[in-house]
């Protein structure tokens, strides 16, 4: 079976940093794309990031791109966030996402979802 | 980057209606488009992918139809656990999520 671990989240000041960690179980990790979505507090969701198999190809929501940065390591089967020069409006839940497969397939949508770590910026 | 609107925001119905969410997309996205489920406190499931195909273990009630830029999702008898929030994501052009409909009890 599938499992997504997140963890690292908390409270951090405006302009802090946090790493968040997303240990998969049950796949052959570097098969598929993975990726984080997030969702504030009373909100809807909103995609953050998403890397290839591979971790060579990368992609950002404009709201995070040059704050956020995604990496993975597949001999450890995790995904990470690194996340920058944070803002009160970052305050969410972090699910970490599993795609269907790899990113050259046809339906890249998430099948697979952790049970997401919170991160709260505020002074 | 494509835009996703989804509509009703809310919606009240009853067991045993048949409800219709709509997504439209701000340029074409062929039939790059899944549905989701999400309950109070838990995460999103995956309902339906590529326009029309239903993920595995999803009640047959659930349907989802169309292609390019306007897009269904179909209950057709509303059961008691499907009052939830649903969503459009496409994954055409990066990914982008509709604003999410709430569907309530009448």
């Known amino acids: 079976e599938v499992q997504l671990l997140e963890s690292g989240g908390g409270l951090v000041q405006p302009g802090g940093s946090l790493r968040l960690s997303c240990a998969a179980s049950?796949?052959?990790?570097?098969?598929?794309?993975m990726g984080w979505v997030r969702q504030a507090p009373g909100r809807g969701l909103e995609w953050v990031s998403t890397?290839?198999?591979?971790?060579?190809?990368?992609f950002y929501a404009d709201s995070v791109r040059g704050r956020f940065t995604i990496s993975r390591d597949n001999s450890k089967s995790t995904l990470y966030l690194q996340l920058t020069s944070l803002r009160a409006e970052d305050t969410a839940i972090f699910y970490c996402?599993?795609?269907?497969?790899?990113?050259?397939?046809?339906?890249?949508?998430?099948?697979?979802w952790g049970q997401g770590t919170l991160v709260t910026v505020s002074s | 980057a494509t835009q996703m609107t989804q509509s009703p925001s809310s919606l009240s119905a009853s067991v045993g209606d048949r409800v219709t969410i709509t997504c439209r997309a701000s340029?074409?996205?062929?039939?790059?488009l899944g549905w989701y489920q999400q309950k109070p406190g838990k995460a999103p499931k995956l309902l339906i992918f590529?326009?029309?195909s239903l993920q595995a273990g999803v009640p047959s009630r659930f349907s989802g139809s169309g292609s390019g830029t306007d897009f269904t999702l179909t209950i057709s008898s509303l059961q008691p656990e499907d009052f939830a929030t649903y969503y459009c994501?496409?994954?055409?052009?990066?990914?982008?999520f509709g604003q999410g409909t709430k569907v309530e009890i009448k």
């Open positions: 994501l496409q994954d055409y052009d990066s990914w982008t």
């Open positions: 996402v599993r795609a269907q497969s790899h990113c050259g397939s046809r339906s890249r949508q998430f099948d697979y």
């Open positions: 590529v326009a029309s």
């Open positions: 890397i290839c198999g591979s971790g060579a190809d990368t």
């Open positions: 340029q074409g996205i062929r039939n790059d």
């Open positions: 049950g796949l052959t990790f570097n098969n598929y794309a």
